[in-house]
């Protein structure tokens, strides 16, 4: 903490220049005792420093100075209601991830005898086929005791998912997101709690930007070179997104035509990241409008911002 008499009192209660192994549970104490805490971004913070000397002292000297000045580049902090329901969604995330894991060695299991089913396999007739499979005593042994993980995730599962659909009907910003199609309560709940205040996104690209779905560029010159996307976001939410456009694809005519144009020239991995940006980038103009689908379809494309030339340097 940095004590210095030329702050004015109203910011005399900020602290700088002080690394916590936590910021949330950090704000929650220091929100207890009466006081704000501000988290700047780390990476702009840096680069407006131009000596090349770093040092604690000179850390903490220049974020007073960024407090004082009124640049200092704060970051959006969820509140602690938002941290606990997105404390849901990870929950499930992480439970359906290790459903999929065992679903994934039962169908290898059933691979092995010569039985391809896919999804089928889940279903009733598809169970029972699984139980009368012919297997070797350790294998028989594994596929029971990968159906009772599989029985013991599934009643994990189902109340979450009920409590998930419960939080998005008392949200209206997640309701408002359900009018898309494709779009279910876990989408539009996980979007709402991971994007906060839209209003802090000038621009559909910059959210698109936020959930790591636009390629990662290293141009020089009047060459500009492309790679894959540069998944700086949310991974839960990206892939929510990914699964959600695929369903819009069946139920939307634009994205089933621009999806469709993609896969002429590009491989489906990449028209359904594409199709995930497009429907990342409308859930932001729905918000930020409160305008329903689809209604909001004729307004959903990022304002052009006009190119302004300055002569002389």
């Not at 407090?67 to 959006?76: A, K, M, N, Q, T």
């Not at 491989?267 to 329903?292: D, E, F, G, N, S």
Request: glycine share 6%; proline share 6%.
């Amino acid at each position: 903490m940095l004590a210095d008499p030329s702050v004015p009192r109203s910011r005399a209660s900020l602290i700088t220049g002080i690394r916590f192994a936590d910021s949330h549970s950090t704000k929650d104490l220091l929100s207890e005792l009466g006081h704000e805490l501000w988290v700047g971004d780390a990476a702009q913070i840096r680069v407006s420093v131009v000596r090349q000397q770093k040092t604690d002292k000179r850390d903490a000297a220049h974020i007073l100075k960024l407090l004082v000045e009124g640049g200092f580049p704060r970051i959006w902090m969820p509140s602690s209601e938002v941290r606990d329901l997105r404390q849901l969604l990870v929950h499930r995330y992480k439970l359906v991830i290790l459903r999929a894991r065992v679903k994934n060695e039962l169908q290898h299991l059933a691979l092995n005898k010569g039985v391809q089913r896919k999804r089928k396999l889940w279903s009733q007739a598809g169970q029972q086929m699984l139980h009368e499979l012919p297997l070797q005593p350790w294998a028989s042994r594994r596929r029971e005791d990968l159906l009772r993980l599989l029985e013991m995730f599934n009643q994990q599962i189902v109340p979450l998912d009920a409590a998930v659909k419960a939080e998005a009907e008392r949200d209206p910003r997640a309701r408002l997101l359900m009018t898309q199609p494709g779009v279910g309560p876990i989408t539009s709940l996980a979007y709402v709690l991971t994007m906060g205040d839209v209003s802090r996104f000038a621009r559909g690209k910059q959210v698109a930007s936020y959930l790591g779905l636009i390629p990662r560029e290293h141009s020089s010159g009047g060459r500009q070179k492309l790679g894959a996307i540069s998944k700086q976001g949310n991974r839960m939410l990206r892939m929510l997104l990914v699964e959600a456009a695929t369903i819009a694809v069946g139920y939307d005519p634009e994205f089933r035509k621009e999806y469709q144009h993609r896969c002429h020239s590009k491989p489906k991995a990449v028209a359904k990241v594409a199709a995930a940006r497009k429907l990342a980038i409308r859930l932001y103009w729905m918000l930020r409008t409160q305008k329903p689908y689809p209604e909001v379809v004729p307004i959903e494309s990022s304002p052009r911002v006009p190119l302004v030339l300055r002569h002389g340097g």
